[in-house]
């Protein structure tokens, strides 16, 4: 699973070096990509901490479920048990 994650990272990371590198050759820049869509870094700012205000406590919520439950799983099924 790391593994397919890596290489997730890794292809979205040269995608977008590639996409960067042909906005800048057009010389489009950040700002005006943020102009156009109406945005300011302070706005952008606003909105990462409005969601991470919002994120953050449903993340904490979730995990005092799924973690109890996991580790009552990786209990009774410890890694690397065979399943036959």
Same mark, same amino acid.
């Given at each position: 699973?790391?593994?397919?994650?890596?290489?997730?990272?890794?292809?979205?990371?040269? %995608? &977008? $070096?590639?996409?960067?590198?042909?906005?800048?050759?057009?010389? $489009?820049?950040? =700002?005006?990509?943020?102009?156009?869509?109406?945005? &300011? !870094? %302070?706005?952008?700012? =606003?909105? %990462?901490?409005?969601?991470?205000?919002?994120?953050?406590?449903?993340?904490?919520?979730?995990?005092?479920?799924?973690? !109890?439950?996991?580790? $009552?799983?990786? $209990?009774?099924? !410890? !890694?690397?048990? &065979?399943? =036959?």
């Amino acid at each position: 699973m790391f593994s397919r994650l890596t290489h997730t990272l890794i292809k979205v990371l040269v %995608a &977008s $070096l590639i996409v960067g590198t042909i906005l800048a050759h057009f010389g $489009l820049t950040t =700002d005006q990509l943020m102009q156009a869509t109406g945005l &300011s !870094p %302070a706005r952008l700012t =606003d909105l %990462a901490r409005e969601g991470l205000a919002w994120a953050l406590p449903n993340v904490l919520l979730g995990a005092l479920i799924i973690v !109890p439950v996991w580790f $009552l799983f990786y $209990l009774f099924h !410890p !890694p690397g048990e &065979s399943r =036959d």
